[in-house]
């Protein structure tokens, strides 16, 4: 007879945190310990600006942070080179960037059982970095999301 599995670790993933931009076809991420804060949402703008070097539009959920005098003081610096739009209120199903970590957190880290918060942060970061080498999964988080058809990318 088989035997019911044991969890020896329960992990809690609200102890990693994870921002992403998605482009059509690229994904851009940074994974934190803890909660995202406005310092943290600055430096991953200023970081999409390095690598992508042109005019930007972020499409944002409502989360607090994203609204911040910090992060509202940044993008006015930059004198119109970031754009800022608003999702609705509870509609994680337009974000594109949703489907993303449903992607990582139901396939490509399902029944993963890390020791503690490094293990985790390596397999996560090893995971996204090879959904940036698949650019199916870019689109489908597109296509799900329904905000822009990308079938063409398929």
């Known amino acids: ?47 999409l600006r390095r690598h992508l070097k042109m005019r930007l539009l972020i499409v944002w959920d409502g989360l607090r942070a994203h609204r911040s005098r910090l992060v509202r003081d940044y993008v006015d610096s930059t004198e119109g080179t970031i754009q800022l739009a608003f999702l609705p209120a509870y509609a994680p199903e337009l974000n594109p960037v949703e489907y993303l970590w449903a992607w990582l957190k139901r396939h490509a880290m399902a029944n993963f059982c890390p020791d503690g918060i490094a293990e985790l942060k390596s397999t996560a970061r090893a995971k996204l970095k090879s959904a940036q080498r698949r650019g199916s999964i870019i689109a489908a988080c597109w296509v799900q999301a329904d905000l822009f058809q990308c079938h063409e990318l398929w």
């Open 1 to 47: 007879m088989g035997q019911t599995p044991v969890i020896q670790f329960h992990f809690n993933w609200k102890q990693l945190s994870m921002i992403a931009g998605l482009t059509i076809a690229h994904c851009v991420f940074r994974l934190y310990e803890g909660a995202i804060r406005s310092a943290q949402i600055v430096e991953f703008l200023k970081a």
